[in-house]
């Protein structure tokens, strides 16, 4: 979170800042491409099989392209430890 923004609770009512405003853009936009990200996979591994995907690939654009996915999952692994951890709050 934005460490120049303090989470407050959402009440039934108040409209939300604009800070709160973006972040829920951003959130939709990140769900959107995620969603997408997933269906383009999802038809590279059914039309081809990993070798070929390997064979045909930019060797060097494959390897970045592998760790900004690492760098995604760790953050969501993060992410799900905070819900987690606020779900055993309740």
Known sequence: MNPKHSARPVQHGRALDVEEV???SDL???HAKIDELHGIVNNLKRRHDDGAIV???DRSVLDE???RVD???LWFVKIKEEIERR???L
């Open 28 to 30: 939709r936009i990140m």
């Open 71 to 73: 760098e995604i999952y």
């Open 65 to 67: 392209n592998i760790l």
């Open 87 to 89: 779900n055993g709050e």
């Open 22 to 24: 973006r972040l829920v």
């Open 55 to 57: 064979e045909y690939s």
